[in-house]
């Protein structure tokens, strides 16, 4: 119903930036909010950011708060995570996601519904 296709991975030092795209098609009206997730692996997916499709409310893991800004264009139905002063431990496969509830709780990720393939983000020191 959904398909999610992320962009703008690759390889970049640390303290560098990145930009990750997440374009959506198909049924994108039932899209209550989007997030980004990242992985390692042999780790938990765990929760970057997120951003409601219609009201642009952000959500941060406390942690990436102040390096990472998530954003949307909703004419072109894509959302966006600024990565700023990246470091090693940033590593990961970055996966954007989409959830139809308006009772998500965004930062969970078992709660969304569709997925992306993921793009490989690596910081080298």
């Known amino acids: 119903q959904v398909q999610l296709v992320e962009s703008g991975g690759g390889l970049v030092q640390a303290g560098g930036s990145l930009r990750l795209s997440c374009a959506a098609s198909?049924?994108?009206?039932?899209?209550?909010?989007m997030g980004w997730f990242r992985q390692v692996p042999g780790k938990e997916r765990d929760f970057v950011a997120a951003i409601t499709w219609s009201g642009g409310s952000t959500y941060y893991a406390d942690s990436l708060k102040g390096r990472f800004t998530i954003s949307r264009d909703n004419a072109k139905n894509t959302v966006y995570l600024q990565m700023n002063s990246l470091k090693p431990e940033d590593t990961a496969v970055y996966y954007c996601?989409?959830?139809?509830?308006?009772?998500?709780?965004?930062?969970?990720?078992?709660?969304?519904?569709?997925w992306g393939q993921g793009t490989q983000v690596t910081v080298s020191s």
């Open positions: 996601a989409a959830v139809r509830s308006v009772r998500a709780i965004v930062a969970v990720s078992s709660g969304y519904d569709y």
């Open positions: 198909g049924r994108t009206f039932i899209i209550y909010a």
